[in-house]
């Protein structure tokens, strides 16, 4: 089964040990497909997935916030989270995190809202 819900991309987080704990807590709900962490350049590359709607809120109330924990002071990152059609941009900064939701971008004039979603 595919998952409904995707988070990926890259961020920086402050150490190994940082990086071995998130994956910890992500593994309890989410299947990781990628999860490598390249220490000299303290960078997490993620690409993990889950097909449960309710996991939504733990990733927003928990995940996010522990994701800032770990960041290095000053520096910023963000991550995207794709929700079937829905797809957002998490920023990540040092203890803080903004979840920002990208809209449906216009239709051409000549599809006239036609086919699946029109």
Known sequence: ???????FGEIHI???PDAISLKQI???RIYLDT???IPEKKILIIDAGFDTLKHINWLEKFVYKKISEYMPENSFGRLYFKEGQFF???YFGYQKYHIA???????PEWWNGKGIRG
């Open 101 to 107: 939701d990208y809209g449906e971008p216009d239709f």
């Open 14 to 16: 402050n150490s190994e």
């Open 26 to 28: 992500l593994e309890r």
């Open 35 to 37: 999860y490598d962490y």
């Open 1 to 7: 089964m595919s998952n409904v819900c995707i988070l």
């Open 88 to 90: 957002s941009c998490i």
